[in-house]
């Protein structure tokens, strides 16, 4: 009920509970106190409908009664208990959250021997374990594969991890890294940098040039010199500094798409890419794993799926 700002709500919810169980209280001792007194011989009430339908006058059944009365002390003795009183939190305090950590902490606790076999191990090793990569794969599904793909190849601007190609760097210890800590992978505008939309566009066409893609070469020439201003992320040759997550522009491998229009919309806009941390979200035996499993895409080339 902490979602309220004002207490009414809670009073609100707390006066139609209490009033619904005093009122059926009410009812029950009402109804045993007044007497239909049986006027007729045969224990009927007298009244007559439809010519001979006749009502009789027995008390209610005991154990209905009893049922009844049950309820009633179930609802207040529940209402002690948990919070079902507006914002009275109840003795016993529990709260839906409560129980769904104690839920993830007991099934850690269970899975603890699991992970601890996993631990022992280096990244190189489990990516050779089935069980371990089958515990890795189910982990990647719930936790990576919305932004990564189910086949871990990625889309526009989520990398593809099963390739060779590196953005922060492909050993397990980096992986580990970047999976526990997370990334940003910030590129500023750099138009100011470069000068007019016409240097801009040659400089995407030495882009272009420099992973063997189409291009126009008297443009690329020309914006050879105005790649200064980039080397200092991308590298003097454009392969890319995996210290600052700058990407390797030598390669065909676009994040953010290729040919002109893509290169100098990263020039005038730049980016800001994230890859969020999972320290939190996941202990570290299971980014143990995870680690384990992204590596093996790339490193495990007969053996992956
Ligand atoms: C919300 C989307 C999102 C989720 C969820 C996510 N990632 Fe990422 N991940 C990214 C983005 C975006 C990048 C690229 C960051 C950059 O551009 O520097 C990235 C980068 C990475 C990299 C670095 C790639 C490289 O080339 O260096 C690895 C490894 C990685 N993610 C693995 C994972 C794993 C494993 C999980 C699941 C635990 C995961 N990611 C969950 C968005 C996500
Ligand atoms: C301050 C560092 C920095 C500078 C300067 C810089 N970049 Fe980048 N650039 C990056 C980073 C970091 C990324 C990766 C962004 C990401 O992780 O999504 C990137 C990505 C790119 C990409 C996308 C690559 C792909 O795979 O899609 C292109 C193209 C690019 N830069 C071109 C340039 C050009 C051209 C210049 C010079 C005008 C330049 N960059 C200057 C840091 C820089």
Redesign the pocket.
Known sequence: MSDFTSNFWSIFVSSISIFGIVYCAFLLWFSAKVKVSAHEEDGTTGHVWDEDLREMNNPLPRWWLWLFIITMVFAVVYFIAYPGLGGYAGKLAWTSQGQYEAEVAKANQELEPLYAAFNAQTPEQLSQDPKAMAVGERL?MN??A???GSDARGSK???N?TDS?????GTTDK?KE??TKG???QMPPMAAAVGTPDDIRNVSHYVLSLSGSPHDSVRAALGKSKFGACAACHGPDGKGMQAM?SANLTDKIW?HGWGEEAITAMINNGKV????A?EGR?TESQIHV?TAY?WGFSNKPAVAK
């Open positions: 990647f936790n990576c919305q932004c990564h601007g989520f990398p991890l190609d590196w953005l922060h760097g992986i970047t999976l990334r940003i992978g997550g994040l890419n994230q890859m969020p999972q996941l995870l992204v």
